[in-house]
């Protein structure tokens, strides 16, 4: 058996949020983006994951020494809180160029922002000492179909991870893959999509994915199955741990909160596969409830972070071999059983 993995957390600013709905006014204050990174050791996270403009606010109005300048201050913050970048991503769903998506635009200008601001992107993660850029294709898809040539937007996206691996000859490109919200239909809803960009792309070893729980459950996959493609490729860079209550908008519950089974196969295949050996983070992607008091709001962070590592020694525990001897003779219903006893701690 190799050394158990001792895993890193991350998470991005945007987890700890100013409780907005669409249904009603913020239910909280804005809690001041600069003293958020002096929470993350405390409540036991040492990596960030940034938005472009968590870094530089306001770039877009900004040239590059100014970006430069600020992404500098960020790093210094960074190391003098023992915070560790894990990547910054381009928010292209905010500006006004990107209502119609960034990438697959059907208008030329507001593809060219799309790639002016991935290049910036691209700049601060240098900068501030990320390896990578997550593109999570918020807008890249269609509210009708007819609205855009879908084979030529796919075309466009592969043309953008290409300019990606040529605009830096080291940063890496993780995709995050999502099939709804805010588009009707996304162009990347699985990561068997990202995976097939990455072997499609002129350098397949610096482009992979990121797998967001929810995100999968939307897609009407299992979470741990998703994990285990882009394992079988040794393509998963990162994971946004949450959960999901059926088919709906995109809940980015506690990790373990809807379905605790699901959850213990996702922590059961990243285990497998050594996952974190090579310093992969496990980042979460949770928001808290509208209804939890005080500011700033953690504990929907530091309790997903709990439940995975019950989860992980609800795993480590588990009788392997009773399991090998289970699936060996196909005894699955007395395989089930024995999980669900084991979960139950019965
Ligand atoms: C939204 C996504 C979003 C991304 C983040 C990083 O559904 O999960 O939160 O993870 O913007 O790219
Ligand atoms: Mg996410």
Excluded at 101 to 116: E, L, P, Q, V
Excluded at 291 to 308: C, D, K, M, W, Y
């Amino acid at each position: 058996m190799s050394t158990p993995v001792e895993y890193r957390f991350s998470f991005g600013p945007w987890n700890i949020s100013e409780g907005a709905d669409p249904f009603g006014p913020d239910v909280r204050q804005p809690f001041p983006h600069e003293e958020k990174f002096g929470l993350y050791r405390g409540l036991g996270f040492e990596g960030i994951q940034f938005h472009d403009d968590d870094v530089v606010p306001g770039l877009d109005d900004l040239n590059p020494a100014q970006i430069l300048k600020q992404s500098a201050v960020v790093k210094t913050i960074l190391s003098n809180q023992g915070l560790t970048p894990e990547f910054v991503a381009p928010r292209l769903w905010f500006a006004p160029q990107t209502v119609d998506g960034g990438y697959t635009s059907n208008r030329a200008a507001d593809r060219a922002y799309a790639w002016d601001r991935t290049q910036k992107c691209i700049d601060i993660a240098r900068a501030v000492g990320a390896k990578a850029i997550v593109l999570w294709l918020a807008r890249e898809g269609s509210y009708i179909r007819e609205a855009k040539d879908a084979r030529l937007a796919y075309q466009r996206l592969l043309d953008t991870v290409n300019a990606i691996l040529a605009y830096d000859p080291e940063i890496e490109l993780w995709i995050e893959p999502k099939p709804n919200e805010p588009t009707d239909q996304a162009y990347v809803p699985t990561i068997g999509h990202a995976i097939a960009l990455a072997y499609a792309s002129t350098d397949p070893t610096r482009v992979k994915g990121l797998i967001e729980t929810a995100h999968a459950l939307l897609a009407g996959l299992d979470p741990s199955d998703e994990m285990a493609f882009a394992l079988a490729h040794d393509k998963l860079a990162s994971v946004h741990l949450n959960d999901q209550n059926g088919l709906k908008f995109d809940q980015d519950k506690n990790f373990g909160s809807a379905n605790l089974r699901a959850a213990f196969n996702q922590v059961r295949v990243l285990e497998e596969a050594g996952y974190g050996s090579r310093g992969e983070f496990i980042g979460l992607d949770v928001k808290t409830m509208r209804t939890q008091a005080g500011s700033p709001v953690t504990a929907h962070l530091t309790n997903s972070r709990e439940i995975f590592l019950w989860l992980v020694a609800k795993y480590r525990s588990l009788d392997h071999a009773a399991v090998a001897a289970l699936r060996e003779a196909r005894d699955y219903e007395a395989l089930e059983l024995h999980i669900i006893r084991h979960l139950l701690g019965i």
